[in-house]
């Protein structure tokens, strides 16, 4: 399994054949900057209560449903292996509830079809969205094992894999590569409640929210104003 445990690793920034405009560059430096100055990535929008309270919501009751599966152009009910035991170290509801939080936040979920030497799935692993690129080959060098072209490249690994390979499941706003990621969409909104919170915390932090008004009926210089005002905000 280390070949496997190999394209889970992240993408590393100093890999020369990685091109700097690529978005996993942007992801290491922190991820598109939003109005208000706070850079915005999909695993740091979980710092914000309500986008981490929605994506356990959504990803935990989605994985809480039955998921069954039947015998093709019938009702029966049939039981599939790699169903009931996808992954040695993942429960089935683990796993649909991590497929779940990278299509909400990434817009898409990748995983390695691990097979047995019959060629059937045994096996499904997860991989990380942000190490996954997406493409299609020209109409040219598709072939009858692989009609869409669509190949991906997984972290450090140059080869190309093909849907045989991974498993994609696109979220909303597919375009028949991947799906967009709504994170990168609320860049905007997320920033500036995450720039809100640290501001909020900041003057809470430094005492400014002290109650009452400073008056005198002396007429003051400039000077002394200016040391009983920063002799107040040092208080």
């Keep these: 399994m280390t070949f496997l445990r190999g394209l889970i690793e992240s993408r590393n ?12 560059l942007l992801d290491w430096l922190g991820g598109p900057k939003s109005a208000s100055g706070v850079k915005v990535t999909e695993a740091g929008s979980l ?18 449903l039955p998921l069954k599966t ?5 009702h029966d009910e049939v039981s599939i292996p790699v169903m009931s ?64 072209g669509k190949v991906f490249q997984v972290g450090d690994d140059l080869r190309q ?3 045989h390979d991974i498993l994609h499941v696109p979220g909303l706003g597919y375009d028949g590569i991947t799906g ?3 994170i990168r969409l609320a860049t905007q909104a997320i920033g500036l409640g995450l720039a809100a919170e640290e501001y909020a915390a900041k003057l ?11 008056q005198t009926e002396q007429r003051l210089e400039q000077g002394q104003a200016e040391r009983l005002k920063a002799n107040w905000k040092q208080k």
């Design 85 to 148: 035991d996808p992954h040695p170290d993942l429960t089935g509801y683990e796993i649909a509830e991590l497929r779940m939080t990278h299509l909400l936040l990434w817009g898409n979920s990748y995983a390695f079809k691990v097979r047995n030497g019959r060629g059937q799935v045994a096996e499904v692993w997860p991989l990380d969205p942000s190490s996954v690129k997406v493409g299609l080959l020209p109409k040219a060098k598709r072939t009858a094992d692989n009609p869409t």
């Design 47 to 64: 710092k914000m209560p309500a986008v981490w309270r929605a994506v356990n919501l959504l990803a935990s009751s989605t994985a809480a």
């Design 180 to 182: 967009a990621s709504p």
């Design 13 to 24: 920034v100093q890999n020369p054949a990685q091109p700097l405009t690529s978005a996993a």
């Design 161 to 163: 894999f093909t849907p």
């Design 70 to 74: 039947y015998r093709r152009g019938t």
């Design 204 to 214: 809470y932090a430094s005492g400014s929210l002290m109650s009452g008004i400073l």
